[in-house]
């Protein structure tokens, strides 16, 4: 357990849904991330938050809108996903993303498994 | 190129033998070393980071730092059948963590 939870740990949906993943730390954290793990290839980041404030956006496709109300909470927004955006999506959090950037540890919750339809 | 390279396995080792793994980076920027284990759909679990060139041990495992090779190493000694799992190596710049595929190790009793 460390002290990042993610709802619900399985989801499956259909291409003209809408559903939202959830992420919450409980670790004091000011740094929250998505990523995306696909079968045989490295985690890649999404969205990074700095203090509830977005500072990344790697190129992801607008069907996947990030919300972060406070630092302690960080949802995923699915809407008109495609069958190959099927995978695990993991969320992080660390301390903070400024500052001492090299004392950075990142802490994963359990992920969400989805399969888009 | 990748950024992070790692060997994707299957390593293989006895019990109790040590089990090396190796990644490699591009960017010679890069700050911080990390080394995640994940289990069979489970998400990453931390086992260890280091950010200064040279060796840092924490109970079984051993980490190796080459920032004039680019190279970041884990060595898992006395392995166990608990160890099997895919090893992930991750490079942090500006706050950014790129992670490798991954090296998955399977231990045999």
């Known amino acids: 357990e460390t002290g990042v939870t993610q709802t619900p740990r399985h989801l499956v949906m259909g291409m003209t849904n809408k559903k939202s993943l959830k992420c919450e730390q409980h670790?004091?954290?000011?740094?929250m991330y998505w990523y995306k793990q696909s079968a045989k290839k490295p985690l890649e980041l999404m969205f990074v938050?700095?203090?509830?404030?977005?500072?990344e956006n790697n190129s992801v496709p607008s069907r996947f809108s990030p919300e972060c109300p406070n630092s302690s909470h960080l949802f995923l927004h699915l809407h008109t996903l495609q069958p190959e955006d099927s995978a695990l999506y993991l969320c992080?959090?660390?301390?903070?993303?400024?500052?001492?950037?090299?004392?950075?540890?990142?802490?994963f919750g359990p992920g969400t498994r989805l399969l888009v339809l | 190129q990748k950024e992070v390279e790692q060997n994707s396995g299957p390593l293989s080792v006895p019990e109790g033998a040590i089990a090396s793994l190796n990644c490699t980076y591009s960017?010679?920027?890069?700050?911080?070393f990390f080394w995640y284990r994940q289990y069979s759909g489970k998400s990453p679990e931390l086992i260890m980071f280091?950010?200064?060139?040279g060796d840092k041990e924490d109970g079984r495992f051993t980490a190796q730092l080459n920032k004039a090779s680019q190279y970041v190493s884990l060595l898992i000694r006395d392995s166990q059948p608990s160890d099997s799992a895919t090893y992930l190596c991750?490079?942090?710049?500006?706050?950014?963590?790129?992670f490798g595929a991954g090296t998955t190790v399977t231990v045999r009793a």
């Open positions: 992080a959090s660390s301390p903070t993303s400024v500052g001492a950037a090299y004392q950075e540890t990142q802490y």
């Open positions: 280091i950010y200064s060139n």
């Open positions: 960017d010679r920027g890069s700050q911080s």
């Open positions: 991750a490079v942090l710049k500006d706050y950014k963590l790129s």
């Open positions: 670790l004091g954290h000011n740094a």
């Open positions: 938050y700095n203090f509830k404030e977005q500072t």
